[in-house]
């Protein structure tokens, strides 16, 4: 900091002499040239010293044969790219909840107990823990009854996009995954059944009638898909329709908009825009639409491709009621979420793709983003929640084929 308070002439000049104390054994008994974008010092050598630190920096410079060049700081490139490297801002999202849960803690009797007994040592309080000031019960997030956060957790997890106004099981997986209180599942199954939003926009489930022929479980990722087509609906920033695109196997969705007019060629550019570039190109693909529609689908995408090979289609009619159940579910959101406004469906559909891929499945018995990358997705509040072991690739590898093997195990069970 004291330098920094100094002249640019002091400075440049302090950087010439520790430059050339850190070089000495390679500069002594060589002619070399120093370049700065100090103009002043081109004449150092020949200018008057008057003061004791210049003599004691010119002292220092005895025994080396260089000249002083000058050039302009527009042009000294290859320094400037040292001292003037751009500052990347780091940012992280701080909670309030986290906030409110350490002073709750705080004044609840029984928990400050439990926290003491944590910290005795020798004393194991059988599955709590004490992490950054929070008390934790199996790597979940206690929260103190009795002070109102129960009712913001609940409508955070519940009315929020990410909650997607989901039923009893899908809130309770949601809200299971980071917080435990005693009550917790009789709250929430109370919390749900009162929710106004959710009595107007959904309607009952109604089994249908005659039975489904599932399809065969698929054997990898996004090998096999189904795609499907949500239409009629309100005009919201051109588009009127949704095309759903879902992996046969972990259930992982893509909802892209389109327009009324939409055709083979448009669907193939949109699938490739979001679909293949992300998960590369299928080896099936389930949907309704009739058999030359489907056919000139491929064409385009294969067009788009730009293979050259001569490739054709098979077409086999089957069904799969992945589509529909999926069309239910998205549906019931937008209609939560929009009830009020329902052309501005378009903008809640990023939030409605990934409540669906975060949200737990009864059928897989986890979510789609933990299907297909084996993991969990980062959590809401970040409190250090579970702290990984630094896993080898091998062993990433080993932990994600387990996933597909117990999600293809559960799949057959349902």
């Not at 998205?330 to 009830?339: A, N």
């Amino acid at each position: 900091m004291r330098r920094q308070k100094q002249s640019a002439y002091i400075r440049e000049l302090l950087a010439i002499t520790e430059a050339l104390a850190k070089f000495r054994h390679y500069l002594l008994g060589h002619q070399f040239i120093i370049k700065t974008d100090q103009k002043s010092l081109k004449e150092l050598l020949e200018q008057s010293l008057h003061t004791p630190e210049q003599q004691a920096w010119l002292h220092k410079f005895v025994g080396f044969d260089f000249k002083i060049e000058y050039k302009p700081g527009k042009e000294n490139i290859a320094a400037d790219a040292l001292s003037r490297v751009m500052m990347l801002s780091w940012s992280e999202p701080q909670s309030q909840l986290l906030h409110d849960l350490r002073d709750a803690l705080g004044k609840d009797n029984t928990l400050q107990e439990v926290i003491k007994a944590c910290k005795q040592p020798g004393q194991v309080k059988e599955h709590y823990t004490i992490r950054e000031g929070l008390l934790l019960w199996k790597d979940r997030l206690v929260v103190p009854m009795g002070q109102g956060l129960e009712a913001k957790i609940l409508e955070e997890f519940h009315k929020a996009p990410i909650g997607g106004h989901a039923g009893i099981v899908r809130t309770l997986a949601r809200i299971k995954s980071q917080f435990y209180w005693p009550t917790m599942r009789e709250d929430i199954h109370k919390y749900v059944l009162q929710c106004s939003i959710c009595q107007q926009a959904k309607a009952s489930n109604v089994l249908p009638a005659g039975l489904l022929q599932p399809l065969p479980i698929p054997s990898q990722v996004w090998e096999d898909v189904a795609m499907d087509f949500i239409t009629g609906l309100p005009n919201s920033h051109g588009f009127t329709v949704i095309m759903v695109v879902i992996d046969r196997l972990t259930k992982y969705s893509h909802f892209v908009p389109q327009k009324s007019d939409y055709s083979s060629k448009s669907v193939a550019e949109a699938f490739m825009e979001n679909i293949v570039k992300l998960h590369g190109l299928p080896k099936s693909i389930v949907s309704d639409r009739d058999k030359v529609f489907t056919s000139a689908f491929w064409k385009h995408l294969f067009k788009l491709q730009g293979t050259t090979l001569a490739m054709s289609t098979a077409y086999h009619p089957q069904t799969d009621g992945q589509s529909e159940a999926l069309n239910k579910c998205l549906e019931m959101y937008l209609r939560c979420f929009t009830f009020d406004n329902p052309k501005g469906w378009y903008k809640a559909l990023a939030w409605s793709e990934y409540w669906y891929n975060t949200a737990y499945h009864n059928s897989a018995g986890m979510s789609p983003f933990k299907a297909l990358y084996g993991r969990d997705p980062p959590a809401l509040l970040r409190y250090n929640h579970n702290p990984a072991d630094n896993l080898t690739v091998s062993e990433q590898l080993q932990q994600r084929d387990m996933v597909i093997t117990q999600l293809k195990a559960n799949l057959i069970k349902a």
